[in-house]
């Protein structure tokens, strides 16, 4: 299986992506985690990277593109993969183009999360992290564990630097000058389907499910 969630920062495609991953076997590759591991890690790209994230701002596709090839490089993507939050941009689903073409991968579906503007900034600021795992957490929809720690690892609960309202903002607005227009190029190919993201998470998953099944997959 080889599949793009597509859809603004807050939809859940980290969420849905981890669920298919779990399901299905192959990896979720987030190019948004492997940037803040990067930063974590205070690499040469994770210093570059770092100050473009914090402001909501897209990091450069010559950058992303050659991480993405080192990734879909490595042995545990033969058997499929689940890109979530690549590509970004025309120029980023273009290079992937190539890339899938050189890799003999015929066969990708994309999926379109759709929530409303209002809801994802409602869903955006209340979403927290573990700064050690990454596990996510919603405080509008469960309070956070006693003391703030990550149940699964004891980590310290954080808020992302970008779900800061300013930087939400700006997120938002990019996603739509830059990324929305990625609706129509996949359409244009006959490979888009659209799920609606307001629905639980149960129930947005069987509805992906239903969609990859019905294509065979
Ligand atoms: P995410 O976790 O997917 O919301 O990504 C967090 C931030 O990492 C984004 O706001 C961008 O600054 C950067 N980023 C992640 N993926 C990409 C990408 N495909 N292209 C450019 N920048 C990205």
Redesign the pocket.
């Known amino acids: 299986m080889y599949l793009i969630l597509l859809g603004a ?1 807050g939809v859940g ?2 969420t849905q992506a981890k669920m298919l991953m779990k399901k299905n076997d192959i990896p979720q590759i ?7 591991s990067e930063v974590a890690d205070q690499t040469e790209l994770g210093l570059r ?1 770092k100050e ?2 914090a ?7 010559d ?2 593109l050659g991480m ?1 090839e080192n990734r879909l490089s490595m042995p545990d993507c033969k058997k499929g993969f689940i890109l ?6 025309i120029p ?1 689903a273009e290079g992937l183009d190539v890339l899938l073409e050189k890799m003999n991968i015929l066969n990708l579906k994309v999926i379109e999360i759709y929530v409303p503007q209002e809801e994802l900034v409602r869903r955006l600021t209340s979403r927290r992290i573990c700064a050690n795992c990454g596990k996510d957490y919603n405080i509008s929809v469960k309070p956070l564990p006693p003391g703030g720690k990550c149940e699964r690892c004891g980590g310290d609960i954080i808020q ?1 630097e ?1 779900d800061k309202e300013a930087t939400i903002k700006n ?1 938002l607005q ?1 996603y739509q000058e830059l990324t929305a227009p990625l609706v129509s190029y996949y359409q244009g190919k006959g490979n888009l389907h659209r799920v609606d993201g307001k629905k639980s998470v149960d129930s947005v998953f069987d509805n992906i499910e239903k969609i990859l099944l019905a294509r065979g997959q």
Do not use: N
């Open positions: 920062p495609k980290g987030s190019t948004g985690d492997i940037l803040r990277a473009i994230m402001r909501g701002e897209l990091v450069s596709d950058i992303i993405v979530d939050g690549f590509p970004r941009t980023q992302r970008d997120r990019v």
